[in-house]
């Protein structure tokens, strides 16, 4: 399975600092995605990374992609409370362009005020 | 927020009956995914569609089918519910497949007893 996992299942931090997320996969990719999900609602797209790509920024978002040790981490600068949720990542298939998306179990973030 | 509605939002049912779940978009996406979301699995995908009567089997498939006869609606059948589909059911919509982000909408909470 080419199913993604995140690593840690769950981070508790306070406000004002930084939380990182780390994600393994198992075979050749095109692009990797991070996405958050708030409690009972659906998923919300961070930030996509082209496999040959090294690192791409979003606001207080950073995300890095080391094709070589099939990884990426999502690295949250400054969190805050509203930063709450949980994140996925999700890979694709290097052969396919359709979009059939493999999301790890992800994690679940705190951020205490 | 890209427009997706699924419907219903919740359902209970008894097992060996038929259920049908709907997604509709206003955003002319091409593709669109069927995922369903348990405690310890991340989101699976069931079935996707990439055009008009273009369907094709996920991850976990067995005891679903689906249909797209217009663009804007792609429906998830299971023609005789078992309480192992007990599930949250996303749908995701995505303009450019497998090199574009996916939107979801905010899930359908089906229970089967």
């Known amino acids: 399975s080419q199913q993604g996992e995140e690593d840690p299942q769950a981070l508790s931090i306070q406000e004002g600092e930084n939380a990182t997320m780390n994600c393994s996969y198992k075979?050749?990719?095109?692009?990797l995605q991070w996405y958050r999900q708030n409690s009972g609602r659906g998923l919300v797209h961070l930030i996509l990374?082209?496999?040959?790509?090294r690192e791409k920024h979003s606001g207080r978002l950073r995300v890095t992609l080391d094709t070589s040790k099939k990884s990426s981490s999502l690295l949250i600068t400054a969190s805050r409370a509203a930063d709450t949720a949980s994140y996925f990542c999700?890979?694709?298939?290097?052969?396919?362009?359709?979009?059939?998306?493999?999301f790890g179990r992800g994690t679940q973030l705190t951020v205490w005020p | 927020d890209a427009g997706i509605t699924q419907s219903p939002r919740h359902k209970v049912t008894e097992t060996g009956t038929p259920v049908t779940l709907r997604c509709h978009q206003t955003?002319?996406?091409?593709?669109m995914y069927w995922y369903r979301q348990d405690p310890g699995h991340g989101l699976r995908l069931i079935h996707y569609?990439?055009?008009?009567?273009?369907?094709d089997k996920g991850e976990v498939s067995d005891g679903y089918s689906v249909s797209r006869s217009k663009t804007e609606d792609f429906l998830l059948t299971l023609e005789s519910a078992t309480s192992s589909q007990t599930s949250v059911y996303f749908c995701a919509i995505s303009q450019g497949g497998g090199y574009q982000p996916q939107h979801f909408g905010d899930g359908t909470r089906l229970s089967i007893l």
């Open positions: 990374i082209r496999s040959n790509e």
């Open positions: 075979t050749s990719i095109n692009n």
């Open positions: 955003e002319n996406h091409r593709y």
């Open positions: 569609s990439y055009g008009v009567k273009d369907t």
């Open positions: 999700a890979t694709d298939d290097r052969g396919s362009t359709l979009g059939r998306l493999y």
